[in-house]
């Protein structure tokens, strides 16, 4: 099974940007869908992004327009490019498999915070 880490997180006043990435422990080429996922404080884990193995890229409506999923198959590593980040933003980031029914363990995440 391949193994995900996430990191990039931090803390970024509303506006602004921040790039998250998912290093995998395998090759991710092959596996069809890779997707990111947060999970605010009290509420249930929620979809953000999701881009296939051919490219084809899927957006939850609250950060289409602001976030781009992106991946390099050469390092195996996954990413979220998340710009005019708002304060609803703030989260646990955590990627996994972009596919429900192949969704694996999940990992510690990365905590993004948008504030002033």
């Known amino acids: 099974q391949v193994q995900l880490v996430e990191s990039g997180g931090g803390l970024v006043q509303p506006g602004g940007s921040l790039r998250l990435s998912c290093a995998a422990s395998g090759r991710i080429f092959n596996i069809f869908a890779m997707g990111w996922y947060r999970q605010a404080p009290g509420k249930q884990r929620e979809f953000v992004a999701r881009?296939?193995?051919?490219?084809?890229?899927t957006y939850a409506d609250s950060v289409k327009g602001r976030f781009t999923i992106s991946r390099d198959n050469a390092k195996n590593t996954v990413y979220l490019q998340m710009n005019s980040l708002k304060p609803e933003d703030t989260a646990v980031y955590y990627c996994?498999?972009?596919?429900?029914?192949?969704?694996?363990?999940w990992g510690q995440g990365t905590q993004v915070t948008v504030s002033s």
């Open positions: 881009i296939t193995n051919g490219g084809a890229t």
């Open positions: 996994n498999s972009g596919l429900v029914a192949t969704v694996g363990s």
